[in-house]
Structure formats: C-alpha cells, structure tokens
C-alpha cells in the first residue's frame, strides 16, 4: 500500500514513550506530523528529531502535534529521547505494520524517512517519502504546509 494525498489516514495503536500507548484518533482535533525515522541514535535521525524539537513551539502555534515512529522497541525510544529531551513522543512499530501501511518501507523492508500531514479530519494533506536516508523535510518546508491548512 502507498499511501497518496487526500486519502483518509489510518489509524493506529502503538506503544511510545512516556509510559503509554497513542493512536492517531486521539489526536482528531489537532494536524498531525507524522514522522517515519530509521532508527534511534543514527546520525541524521537525531539531526532531524532535534530540528523539530527546537521548532515544537512553531508547530504548536499551529496546533500541530508531532509524533515519531521507528521500528526500535521503547525502551530504545526512552534512552533516545531522554538523551536528546525530545518533548514529543517516539511510537514503537516494531513489527513496522504501521510502516508498511503507510508505505514507508523500502525494497528490503527497511523504513524510509518519511513525513506525513494529516489534517484535522483525519485526511492526508503532504507526503515527503525519502528514496535515500541521509536528507529529511525541513523545519521550514513543514512549517509552511501547516500554515497552508490553517489560513
């Protein structure tokens, strides 16, 4: 499945970071960045989580919520995160079902960095699938999508 732009997002139930299970549905009212990463502590995932950790006040101004999601278990997640004071939480999709839902996954079945922005409907607004690993969407280019849905 390859999931395109104005498609109905799905949803999910995962185990994150904070102690607790999150699901898109729970988040219905907000837009979503929904943020595929390779893994924790490789070199360009931790550039690009902490690039949206120093932005979190910019996505909070459009009432955004960020949520990232790699196939490490949370326990991986929660050494990541506190490392790094990510104040967003890390999902655990560790059989990458979520992933492979949202055609993330490469030939191999090794995840792509990917980005999602879900509306408050619920519908997929921007897609950024990485064919190579070592360049995320930044700050800005998410930012001025967001303000695309709330003007």
């Not at 139930?13 to 219905?28: K, M």
Request: with cysteine; proline share 5%.
């Amino acid at each position: 499945m390859s999931l395109s732009v104005g498609e109905t997002a799905p949803d999910f139930d995962l185990p994150g970071t904070g102690g607790r299970s999150y699901s898109l549905a729970e988040f219905a009212n907000k837009l979503v960045v929904l943020v595929f990463y390779p893994g924790d502590d490789s070199p360009v995932c931790t550039k690009q989580l902490n690039s949206y950790n120093e932005g979190l006040e910019q996505f909070a101004n459009l009432d955004a919520q960020v949520l990232a999601i790699a196939a490490q278990d949370v326990t991986s997640h929660e050494d990541f995160a506190g490392r790094h004071e990510f104040a967003f939480p890390l999902l655990a999709d560790v059989d990458k079902s979520v992933a492979e839902t949202y055609g993330t996954l490469g030939p191999l079945g090794y995840p792509r960095r990917s980005v999602f922005i879900i509306d408050r409907d619920g519908i997929v607004r921007y897609v950024h699938r990485a064919i190579a690993g070592l360049t995320y969407r930044p700050l800005s280019e998410l930012v001025d999508e967001l303000e695309k849905l709330t003007s």
